[in-house]
């Protein structure tokens, strides 16, 4: 049972443009957010994160938001950028979880076009 | 910064074959994490760690052990490896204590079994 989806494999924007990636969850008691862009041949690395007690987190050109009643959150990056080619996975940790435990999205492989 | 060093980018084994894959990291951090990826799956958490020689499994534990005799040191061991082994394997290590700190990744070993 995938907790933590993301519906589109791949995305292609040009660059300049906004991309938006889309995560859905299924698990109420999921409190806490992240972001993860993986290049090939490296590990993933911690891109933004939200807690459920925000709808949106900006960080310069990425801001993710959190719609809870929906059990959805987007990652928009702003102007997207050639370098911004990666995939980006989407992670959740429960409250209970004092582990620091995550479950992972599929990834949505971006490609950003010159 | 953090590193999370895994010992090998590339590793061809044979089924049947005792595989050892290492990490470490150098922030001495409690918690410590074994994934696999593969394509449209996402991350799989195998087993993770949240101290010295304490050790829980996560969803995919089968055919898989590990061992965390020092802090830094996290180990993967495949028993007797099967072709549905092949895969790429990923570390990852977080303070505890902190409980919305983000997970950091080795750049991953690509393990093909023959």
């Known amino acids: 049972d995938q907790q933590v989806k993301q519906n589109s494999p791949s995305l292609s924007v040009q660059e300049g443009r906004i991309s938006i990636l889309n995560c859905d969850y299924t698990?109420?008691?999921?409190?806490?957010f992240l972001w993860y862009k993986k290049y090939p041949a490296e590990g993933p690395t911690f891109l933004i994160s939200?807690?459920?007690?925000?709808d949106k987190n900006e960080d310069g050109r990425f801001t993710v938001f959190l719609n809870k009643s929906a059990k959805h959150l987007s990652l928009h990056i702003v102007p997207s950028q050639p370098g911004d080619s990666a995939v980006y996975f989407c992670?959740?940790?429960?409250?209970?979880?004092?582990?620091?435990?995550?479950?992972f999205g599929q990834g949505t492989t971006l490609q950003v076009k010159p | 910064d953090v590193k999370v060093t895994q010992s090998s980018r590339y590793l061809v084994k044979r089924t049947g074959e005792k595989v050892f894959l290492e990490c470490v990291q150098d922030?001495?951090?409690?918690?410590m994490f074994w994934y696999r990826q593969d394509p449209g799956l996402g991350l799989r958490l195998i087993y993770f760690?949240?101290?010295?020689?304490?050790?829980e499994k996560g969803d995919i534990p089968e055919g898989y052990s590990v061992s965390r005799e020092k802090k830094e040191r996290f180990s993967l061991i495949l028993e007797s490896a099967s072709t549905n082994q092949t895969s790429m394997y990923l570390c990852?290590?977080?303070?505890?204590?902190?409980?919305?700190?983000?997970?950091?990744f080795g750049d991953g070993t690509r393990l093909s079994i023959l």
């Open positions: 939200i807690s459920s007690i925000k």
């Open positions: 990852a290590s977080r303070p505890a204590g902190e409980r919305n700190q983000p997970q950091h």
């Open positions: 698990n109420s008691m999921f409190d806490y």
């Open positions: 922030m001495d951090h409690e918690n």
């Open positions: 760690s949240y101290d010295v020689k304490m050790k």
């Open positions: 992670a959740a940790n429960a409250h209970s979880s004092n582990t620091g435990k995550l479950i």
